[in-house]
C-alpha cells in the first residue's frame, strides 16, 4: 500500500509538472490556415494587417513604412506579421490580384502583392481599371503565369469563395471595414502620424514586457 501511495504520488506530480508547463506555453497566435506570414512564428507580439492591393493607402504604407518595421522589428525576430486579403474597389481587380498571388506560390506571394501595389498608378492611370488586367498579365508572366494558366487563376471559383468567406469572417472577428487596418496582440492599432513611431509607441512596451 505503501509504495501504491509513492507511485500515485509521483504520478500526482508529475502530472501538476506537466500542467504548469501547459500553462506556460504561450499563447496560441492569430494565423488562421491560408494566412501568409513574414518572421518569427514565436515573437512576443504578432502584428495582422488586412490590407487589398487596390487600396492606395495599403500601397503608400507598404512603400514607405513597412521597409521600416521589416527592418527594426519582423526580420530580427521581434514581431511575426500576418498579412490577411481583403477586398476594395474594383473588387474584380482586387481579388484578381489576391489570386495571381496565391498562385505564384508562397515564395513569391508577397513579392506580387508587392509588384501590384508598385503598379497601381499603371493599372489606374486613366481613373478606370481598363488597364488592370493587362498590367497584371505582365506582372503574372515574371513569375511563370501566362495565358490559360493566368485565366484560370484569376476566375478561379474556390479561391473566389475563400476571399468573400474569409472577408464575412474578418469583419465579424476584427470589425474591419476598411484598409489598411492593424490588429497588434489582438488589439486594434490607432495611427495617427501614419509613419513608423505609431507602431513604436505600441510595440516597445509589448517587446519590454509591459
Not at 530580427?76 to 506560390?105: M, Q, W
Not at 497588434?184 to 509591459?210: A, E, T, Y
Request: aromatic share 8%; with cysteine.
Amino acid at each position: 500500500m505503501t509504495q501504491l501511495r509513492s507511485a500515485l504520488s509521483v504520478a500526482a506530480a508529475f502530472g501538476a509538472l506537466a500542467l504548469l508547463a501547459a500553462c506556460a506555453k504561450p499563447a496560441p497566435k492569430p494565423v488562421a490556415d491560408g494566412d501568409m506570414d513574414l518572421g518569427n512564428p514565436n515573437a512576443k507580439v504578432t502584428i495582422v494587417e488586412y490590407a487589398s492591393v487596390t487600396c492606395p493607402h495599403c500601397a503608400e504604407f507598404n512603400k514607405d513604412v513597412m521597409p521600416q518595421l521589416m527592418a527594426k522589428y519582423i526580420t530580427p525576430g521581434k514581431v511575426h506579421y500576418v498579412y490577411r486579403e481583403f477586398l476594395t474597389p474594383p473588387n474584380d481587380v482586387s481579388a484578381a490580384g489576391i489570386l495571381l498571388a496565391r498562385c505564384a506560390g508562397k515564395a513569391n506571394y508577397f513579392k506580387v502583392i508587392d509588384d501590384i501595389w508598385a503598379a497601381q498608378g499603371q493599372m489606374f492611370a486613366d481613373g478606370t481599371g481598363a488597364n488592370a488586367q493587362p498590367v497584371l498579365r505582365q506582372i503574372g508572366a515574371k513569375y511563370g503565369i501566362e495565358g490559360k494558366a493566368f485565366d484560370q487563376c484569376v476566375t478561379d471559383p474556390k479561391g473566389l469563395a475563400r476571399i468573400q468567406d474569409n472577408i464575412d469572417k474578418y469583419m465579424k472577428q476584427d470589425g474591419v471595414n476598411s484598409t489598411p487596418t492593424f490588429i497588434v496582440n489582438g488589439k486594434r492599432l490607432d495611427r495617427h502620424s501614419g509613419g513608423i513611431s505609431d507602431f513604436d509607441d505600441v510595440l516597445q512596451p509589448l517587446l519590454q514586457g509591459k
